[in-house]
């Protein structure tokens, strides 16, 4: 593992961020399992970032993490360079205007919380969603009526190649849960426009939206938010409940008694009890309705 590190280093000696080596990744899931990253890279900028990768051996594969709400990481780990943002870079809210540019390790709730100080309509309902502007934009995040499509201007990141790109929001390509643009892309800021509001007003729905999650959601469990896509014409939850699959267990993981499209890790579950489990879900509702759900949750990494 020290010898990827060594190259890495060889290749780009000006980088900045922080290399390790076999770096357990269960702790930052929201599943709390999953195998090591080979390599994990914390960079230190939008900079470093683009030198890491302009620098790294094309037949090294990457991938990138955030908070790890919308994850499963697989028993055999990470290959390759594992890439997680951090710190102020890439953690901080700036208001101009009626605009918002965030960087893409800001949790979907601060970004939410800074549009409501700044008296910014348009954003509530990030306050429920459990993960980072990253991924929102990766998967078109949304949640109470509205989406990343309906407030995001522009996106701007780093490609496999080193390349710094800005992507407008026709670019982005979005549509249910997902985006367009190319997969090799880190984004790294959002640029996003709020319309004038009342904060007091923009508050009490952020409140609506969080007691709405509390009552419904098992939130304070070791989950990964919701599992499976809503398919055209019907909605995840009803076809898993009506397939019988309420409190169904394999190993140590359970679908959600409360919220059936909810996985969780209830009693010391591997990463392979929680995929197995969702896998078990998919071929009952298959077998119930015909439907074919699809996964919402990233599965990445190899099986032990």
């Known amino acids: ?45 939008e900079e470093d970032l683009a030198l890491l990768l302009g620098a790294l051996d094309p037949a090294v594969p990457v ?34 205007g009626e605009t918002l540019r965030a960087g893409t390790a800001v949790p979907d709730m601060r970004l939410a919380k800074s549009a409501a100080e700044a008296g910014l309509d348009g954003l509530a309902f990030y306050r429920g969603i459990p993960g980072s502007v ?43 849960r997902h985006c367009s643009a190319p997969d090799d892309v880190i984004f790294t800021s959002a640029l996003y426009r709020g319309r004038p509001g009342d904060r007091a007003e923009i508050e009490a729905e952020m409140d609506r939206v969080t007691a709405a ?8 469990e070791r989950t990964g938010g919701s599992t499976f896509k809503n398919p055209d014409g019907g909605k995840a939850w009803q076809l898993i409940d009506a ?20 996985l969780i890790n ?9 995929e197995g489990l969702g896998e078990e879900v998919r071929r009952r509702v298959r077998d119930n309705s015909g439907y074919e759900l699809h996964w919402e949750i990233r599965r990445i990494g190899i099986d032990l």
């Open 1 to 45: 593992m020290t010898m990827m590190i060594d190259t890495i280093r060889s290749a780009a000696p000006a980088l900045r961020g922080r290399l390790l080596a076999n770096q357990s990744l269960a702790d930052l899931t929201w599943f709390r399992v999953g195998g090591p990253a080979e390599v994990l890279f914390s960079p230190a900028d």
């Open 134 to 176: 990253g991924g929102a934009l990766r998967m078109n995040a949304g949640a109470h009526g509205g989406e990343t499509t309906d407030v995001l201007v522009e996106a701007r990141g780093v490609d496999r190649s080193g390349n710094l790109r800005t992507f407008s929001h026709a670019q982005m390509g979005f549509s249910y």
């Open 63 to 96: 991938t990138v993490i955030g908070l790890g709400s919308n994850l499963i990481v697989r028993d055999g780990g990470i290959p390759g360079v594992t890439i997680r943002l951090g710190g102020k870079p890439f953690g901080s809210v700036a208001v101009d």
């Open 213 to 220: 999650r509390e009552a419904a959601q098992p939130i304070r």
């Open 266 to 274: 209830r009693d010391g579950a591997t990463a392979a009890d929680i």
């Open 243 to 262: 397939a019988g699959c309420r409190g169904l267990t394999r190993g140590g993981a359970q679908v959600s008694e409360m919220h059936c499209n909810f």
